[in-house]
């Protein structure tokens, strides 16, 4: 007996040993993320599931501030050498992780070497060939991707006389919405938010026109922008009438329009796909989700929006272990049922045609009506003018854009004058950006 229970201690010590061992075999994955509040959560579930599907690697998720903040922390590492094995970088710093030297490694090429097959067909065209460089390699795995819509208020639609299951589609119809809804007592018939990319950046493309010179910039540094040409002063001659007339109200940059919104203050907004998760949670309204409006006269209109959010970047430098781990852990998290249960849980597009499917196919899309309408909008196939802007200093464009057409809504400004001015400044910073970087 004595013997017995000797020997059943001796098996217990060693597969104890065992699983430590086993434990302290694991690589760990470094993953730095800008992503807080309840998608943390979607970042660490999508980790602990890789984690748990398989023994040899482990992904750690570290919250590093927001996207300007990660991108600065993460390429600082890369000089220092404790760079992560991943970092998300938001879409308007593709350009600059790509012209820093030596920073990066392609997915294309980590996928290959570690030789998981790898179908860049089978992304959605407008999300894949904004991350794609010109001899077909992925630079970085698209992973919450948005873009622009139009949200409108249903409950006023109705109280006005409008109607609700029909939201206008072209620029004309929503100068006639708002105005109903102005005279049915509406203080802020429409709004907008993050000004720059709804209504130069996806507006250029969803009109098929450029935003800079170069097919957008993906053809080299000495790009010039275009956004002062007869299209986009034409629409910011129109937002500035309606806004003369109370038709439009201007609430500030980036998503700081959202809560006008979400309050029932504003019955029409422009803003991102991704807000739709937290608009269904929080707005006492019912609420529609709709393309972006176009001018029905421009020929080639609508063509697609641009994309938003951010992508995974694989740093450089790594063991050739951690890239093993990092390929096993993009394959893992692009399976269409990963895709699908995570455009249905946050709101980011589907990356993937056949995650599209199986949304489509579960019955999400007819649950909530006009979740579907930011995959519409990016599904066809994109042109030079509407794969996306890649340009140098983009953030700092952003920021001019706001500063120039603010200029507008005080009166301070013509439209004309405050595109020029953004034309200038703008082009600017792109020679500062082509200087420093010309190689």
């Not at 097959?117 to 991350?131: E, G, Q």
């Not at 139009?150 to 919405?177: H, Q, S």
């Not at 309408?373 to 042109?383: F, L, N, W, Y």
Request: net charge negative.
């Amino acid at each position: 007996m004595q013997l017995k229970v000797k020997k059943i201690t001796a098996l217990s010590l060693l597969s104890v040993t065992l699983f430590a061992q086993s434990a302290v075999a694991q690589t760990e994955i470094e993953w730095w993320h800008s992503m807080d509040g309840a998608l943390t959560d979607w970042v660490n579930d999508l980790a602990e599931g890789f984690n748990e599907s398989q023994t040899e690697f482990r992904v750690i998720p570290t919250y590093k501030g927001g996207y300007e903040q990660s991108m600065t922390a993460g390429v600082a590492a890369v000089r220092a050498g404790e760079a992560p094995d991943i970092l998300q970088v938001y879409e308007v710093g593709t350009a600059s992780m790509i012209y820093a030297d030596g920073v990066t490694k392609s997915v294309t090429e980590i996928m290959q070497e570690n030789g998981i097959p790898f179908d860049l067909n089978s992304y959605i065209p407008a999300v894949a060939s904004y991350y794609t460089a010109p001899n077909g390699e992925l630079l970085s795995l698209p992973f919450n991707s948005s873009t622009t819509v139009m949200y409108y208020n249903k409950d006023a639609f109705k109280k006005a006389g409008l109607d609700a299951d029909n939201p206008p589609k072209t620029w004309a119809e929503v100068r006639k919405a708002t105005e109903t809804l102005k005279s049915a007592g509406v203080s802020c018939p429409m709004t907008t938010e993050w000004m720059g990319w709804t209504q130069l950046e996806s507006f250029s493309a969803w009109h098929n026109a450029p935003y800079a010179s170069e097919n957008n910039g993906f053809d080299g540094l000495d790009t010039e922008l275009l956004i002062n040409k007869p299209l986009q002063l034409r629409h910011f001659n129109n937002l500035d009438e309606m806004a003369k007339e109370g038709l439009f109200h201007y609430k500030g940059r980036a998503s700081e329009a959202g809560p006008a919104f979400r309050s029932g203050e504003c019955a029409i907004t422009f803003g991102s796909s991704a807000s739709y998760a937290g608009l269904k949670r929080d707005a006492k309204f019912e609420f529609g989700e709709s393309t972006l409006p176009y001018y029905a006269d421009v020929e080639g209109t609508p063509q697609n929006t641009v994309i938003g959010g951010a992508s995974l970047w694989v740093m450089n430098g790594k063991p050739a272990d951690h890239y093993r781990g990092v390929a096993q852990f993009f394959d893992y998290i692009s399976q269409p049922e990963i895709q699908a249960a995570s455009h249905m849980r946050t709101g980011y597009l589907p990356v993937t045609k056949a995650a599209f499917e199986i949304t489509e196919a579960s019955g999400f899309y007819e649950e909530n009506p006009g979740a579907n309408v930011p995959v519409e909008q990016m599904i066809r196939k994109a042109t030079d003018n509407t794969r996306g802007i890649r340009l140098g200093n983009m953030l700092q464009i952003r920021a001019i854009v706001d500063e120039e057409t603010e200029q507008i809504w005080t009166g301070k400004k013509s439209p004309e004058d405050a595109l020029n001015n953004i034309v200038k400044r703008g082009n600017e910073l792109l020679r500062r950006f082509e200087r420093v970087n010309n190689r």
